[in-house]
């Protein structure tokens, strides 16, 4: 539920965000304590040497403007040679900086080093920080190896460099990168330090590699003798428990003792927040009651106390969880928002109103306690699950009072509960208010749930609205949220209202996010756009649908080829029948036949002459008397022609009239080598005596020249006069 996200869920992720920063702080000490010795350093300087370092900074300010706003040309390099003569480590450090982009950075450092300036650690350090946060990655990597060359070996490769790409690889969710960096690390030669452990260890456990980070653990040890630290073992401890593996944090805290490591706050609150987890609360209880035994100076918490109350109230068991925020107060602690609404939404689950209550008065009166957005959504969906539509409704309209927002949380507890119980308008209502302020586009507050409007989503898609529907979808999305069904349910809504090419859109955006669309929702789409005389974008839709794997029927090819050729789309109707040959779809005879027809009307004759090819091919046919008939109409004597000659190798019966007019109209465009060429073919298989036309075509063939030809017609001629019965009666009467 949306609730959970915000509330238990969200907690969580507080707690550890809070763990995190105090590992980072304690992470960058040493870099934190450098910044410090600078600082007082500065401190010391007198008035002449904080006016140089003052101008220095100013210079580098007025050098980044110029990179920034400018692209890198020899003007510019001229600019900056104006304003800093003489480059000092400074001026060249505060400049990569400020600079915006990692190319122009790796440019001014290159240029820097051309005009003679010697790069020293701290600068090729910044530099490669500078391409990791940026994320270029390879040129970071390469940018390491050559190091030691372009320094000319006055700087030194050092773990911290590759420290550095271990990270910038993790950022970017590339682990295996960052194992294969360390890995060359070793090769190279350079030893890896505590921090290098402590960053490979935890890539690995994000990752959920348990077995390579205990591998990973062994050879800190017993290969480079590293000596884990207080952080090496609070990632190790944190890794283990959020990879449900507690009794093996368990282990690891339990060893921190043999290497003379302190277990700090952070330890203690990690392997709580596992503990709970797991329903180990009063495991957990005990370990925090233990830690002032541990050392008097080492107390729980906020963090550690609201921790137990969230692992007292996942279990339901309230009264321990009150018992612990009572505790938590008579220690002097303040509980902060996450323990008051961890203790709230385990209250609302047993329904313990009155107990709430008394919470939140006292709350006020201790800390001034004012409730926020997750209060309200928690008591909302108390009230839902328990049936009080009037109490969540009320809840909802006390917000303005507090001056606490909605967010998508709110909306969406409350109009998927209204659609649950038939308040349809109602929750139109808010819809439209949540779509107006573009809550949904904002990223306060938690992830929305798309589940949580699908509901919303059927009933304006059945109604006729599913634009209204569309517009808070597409604000979703602009979040990164997606959700099959939805697609589904938007498209068919555009089917339903005719808005066809609507619908294509979305089916579009679909495949981009690698989602597939469902038989039904295709070929609905397909049809619809066919009555919407949308002929290319059913097609378009047809191609995307045999892509996904599923296989349309045979009628809706033919549906699609008929709307095409009505429109007289040649090239596309000659694509889908190869697609159909393809895909072995049966061929419907007419339109194929059409589809023909079409290219040699728009002078296509060579793809009309291979469409019929293949399609005899496959066993497929034309009805290629009216196919010639129509050619012979349009004085496309030379493609008729082409037709004839196939038939005829192909041993098709062939209409002696029709070859006749063929030859013909071949005589009377001068196209006599291939009038000629039909005749041959056709006395070759004895189908020439019935031609009409012969006289004339032996008497065109001597005014062309062509006696050779003209002698040959002459002889079968002859022969076949002497074998036909008029012939055989004249010569027994003489």
């Known amino acids: 539920m949306a609730l959970d996200l915000h509330s238990h869920h969200g907690a969580a992720k507080r707690l550890f965000m809070h763990h995190f920063q105090l590992s980072a702080i304690r992470y960058f000490s040493s870099w934190r304590m450098k910044s410090v010795k600078d600082d007082s350093h500065e401190q010391g300087l007198n008035h002449s040497d904080k006016r140089k ?25 001229s600019s900056l040679s104006s304003l800093s003569p003489c480059l000092s480590k400074t001026a060249v450090l505060q400049t990569l900086s400020l600079v915006k982009t990692s190319s122009k950075a790796v440019q001014f450092f290159n240029w820097v080093e051309n005009m003679g300036f010697s790069h020293n650690s701290q600068s090729f350090f910044l530099m490669l920080e500078i391409l990791g946060r940026e994320r270029n990655l390879n040129a970071a990597r390469n940018f390491l190896l050559s190091i030691e060359r372009r320094s ?31 890995e060359m690390m070793k090769s190279i030669g350079v030893s890896p330090s505590v921090v290098t452990f402590n960053n490979l260890l935890q890539i690995l456990l994000k990752r959920g590699r348990t077995n390579m980070a205990r591998s990973v653990f062994d050879e800190m040890l017993s290969t480079y003798g590293v000596t884990p630290d207080v952080y090496t073992f609070n990632i190790l401890i944190r890794g283990f428990c959020m990879n449900s593996l ?54 729980p918490n906020v963090v550690t106390y609201t921790t137990l109350v969230r692992g ?37 689950e047993l329904q313990k109103y009155d107990k709430i209550k008394e919470i939140m008065r006292g709350a006020k009166e201790y800390g001034g306690f004012v409730p926020d957005t997750c209060t309200f ?61 573009e809550i949904l586009s904002s990223d306060a507050g938690c992830v929305p749930l798309v589940a949580a409007y699908n509901p919303m989503f059927e009933y304006l898609c059945r109604n006729g609205k599913t634009k209204k529907a569309e517009r808070v979808f597409r604000q979703l999305m602009k979040r990164g949220i997606q959700d099959p069904p939805s ?26 996010r690698d989602f597939c669309p469902d038989f039904e929702t295709y070929d609905l789409l397909i049809n619809g756009l ?48 190869m697609l159909m040959l393809e895909r072995r779809i049966r061929q419907n005879i007419t339109l194929s036949t059409h589809a023909v027809k079409l290219l040699f009307d728009r002078r296509l004759q060579d793809k009309a002459i291979q469409i019929v090819e293949i399609l005899y091919d496959n066993g497929f046919v034309v009805e290629m008397e009216q196919l010639i008939s129509y050619l012979c109409q349009d004085r496309k004597m030379l493609e008729a022609y082409k037709m004839l000659m196939f038939c005829l190798e192909k041993n098709l019966s062939v209409n002696t009239e029709m070859c006749s007019t063929v030859i013909e109209g071949l005589c009377k465009s001068k196209k006599l080598s291939e009038a000629f060429g039909l005749y041959y073919e056709l006395a ?43 012939f055989s009666s004249r010569t027994q009467e003489h």
């Open 53 to 77: 370092l003052s101008t220095k900074t100013k210079t580098a300010k007025s050098m980044a403007r110029l990179i920034n706003s400018k692209p890198w040309s020899t003007d510019l390099e």
């Open 152 to 182: 000319n070996g006055s700087v030194k490769l050092e773990d911290r460099f590759f420290n550095s790409l271990i990270r910038s690889y993790s950022k970017a969710g590339l682990y295996q990168e960052s194992v294969k960096v360390f």
């Open 246 to 299: 507690v009794d093996e944090g368990f282990r690891f805290f339990k060893e921190m003792e043999r290497f003379r490591c302190d277990p700090d706050v952070v330890s203690y609150n990690t392997l709580v927040d596992g503990l709970c987890r797991e329903g180990k609360v009063k495991i957990a209880h005990n370990v925090v009651k233990g830690m002032n035994k541990k050392s008097l100076h080492l107390n």
């Open 312 to 348: 007292y109230c996942m279990k339901r068991e309230v009264e321990d969880a009150l018992a612990v925020y009572r505790e938590m107060i008579s220690q002097g602690l303040k509980p902060n928002r996450i323990t008051y609404n961890t203790l709230i939404k385990g209250l609302c």
């Open 377 to 437: 959504n928690t008591l909302m969906n108390a009230h839902f699950d328990a049936g009080n539509l009037g109490e969540a409704l009320k809840v909802f309209k006390s917000m303005s009072g507090f001056h606490v927002h909605p967010d998508s949380a709110t909306y969406s507890i409350l109009i998927r509960n209204l659609c649950q119980q038939g308040e349809f308008e109602r929750a139109e209502e808010l819809f439209d208010e949540l779509a107006d302020k």
């Open 487 to 512: 697609y589904k349910t938007l498209i068919m809504g555009h089917c339903r209202e005719g808005t066809f090419a609507a619908g294509y859109e979305l089916l579009v955006l679909m495949l981009r």
């Open 530 to 577: 066919l009555e919407n005389n949308e002929a290319l974008l059913a097609q378009e839709t047809l191609e995307k649908m045999l892509k996904s794997s599923h296989l349309p029927k045979s009628s809706t090819f033919h549906s699609i080829l008929s709307e095409l050729l009505k429109m007289s789309f040649a090239h596309e109707s000659a694509k889908l029948i």
């Open 684 to 726: 070759e298989r004895g189908k020439h005596q019935e031609l009409r036309c012969l006289d004339n075509f032996r008497i065109a063939l001597e005014a062309d020249g062509r006696s050779n030809e003209a002698e040959f017609l002459g002889k079968r001629m002859l022969q076949s006069e002497r074998f036909s019965p008029t």
